[in-house]
């Protein structure tokens, strides 16, 4: 069935760098753009990044932009979030999400905790 | 960046009545090609977002057909036509027309 995991979150201090990844499977990968949002503790959801299918194409919000960096490797048919800098503010669930009709297919999240 | 705002915040519901959201854009989600680029979204507790509607009002698959969307321009409605218990939880709408896509503060529905 048409699934999204996500993994690679956890615990990390101030400063620091990590990568959460989405791996896809039930569907053809390589024709679907790809979102990541997140979703702080007792707070709303708030977009990240969008990657388009060729991987050319990629936005990020104004809160992220400059920071997080998204990419795709559709021999893997996974999207990846590259995290640098991070800040406590940045601790939230993130979910990766395919784009169909609408973001139609959602992973279950990793939880990435910054803290010291 | 296109604000969304959502109104009410909390919405207590009577299962069998209906009920109601609005969502109100800072600028028109009006594409050229007639599309309306907004789309409602259902977090049920401590499950991820699923999507109810898109392009302001059409129904996602598997979605119940109690289940509507409308408006146009910068006002939008999700409507519920007889509310269940199984309808609580958080709703969003999300502006897809131009990034950064925004979605509005939610809207918290439980039964009262």
């Known amino acids: 069935q048409v699934q999204l995991v996500e993994s690679g979150g956890g615990v990390i201090p101030p400063g620091r760098s990590l990568t959460v990844s989405c791996v896809a499977s039930?569907?053809?990968?390589?024709?679907?753009?790809m979102h990541w949002v997140r979703q702080a503790p007792g707070k709303g959801l708030e977009w990240v990044a969008v990657?388009?299918?060729?991987?050319?194409?990629?936005y990020y919000a104004d809160s992220v932009k400059g920071r997080f960096t998204v990419s795709r490797d559709n021999s893997k048919n996974t999207v990846y979030l590259h995290m640098n800098s991070l800040r406590v503010e940045d601790t939230a669930v993130y979910y990766c999400?395919?784009?169909?009709?609408?973001?139609?297919?959602w992973g279950q999240g990793t939880t990435v905790t910054v803290s010291s | 960046e296109i604000v969304v705002a959502q109104s009410p915040l909390s919405l207590p519901v009577t299962p069998g009545e209906p009920a109601s959201i609005s969502c109100r854009s800072s600028?028109?989600?009006?594409?050229?090609?007639?599309?309306?680029?907004l789309e409602w979204f259902l977090q049920r507790p401590g499950q991820s977002p699923q999507l109810l509607i898109y392009?302001?009002?059409h129904r996602a698959s598997g979605v119940p057909d109690r289940f509507s969307g409308s408006g146009s321009g910068t006002d939008f409605t999700l409507n519920i036509s007889r509310v269940e218990a199984d309808d609580v939880g958080v709703y969003y709408c999300?502006?897809?027309?131009?990034?950064?896509?925004?979605f509005g503060p939610g809207t918290k529905v439980d039964i009262q």
């Open positions: 999400a395919r784009v169909e009709s609408g973001i139609d297919v």
């Open positions: 039930g569907f053809n990968f390589r024709k679907y753009g």
């Open positions: 990657i388009w299918y060729d991987g050319i194409d990629k």
């Open positions: 600028r028109s989600l009006l594409h050229s090609n007639g599309f309306n680029y």
């Open positions: 392009l302001a009002s």
């Open positions: 999300m502006q897809v027309l131009q990034t950064p896509f925004t």
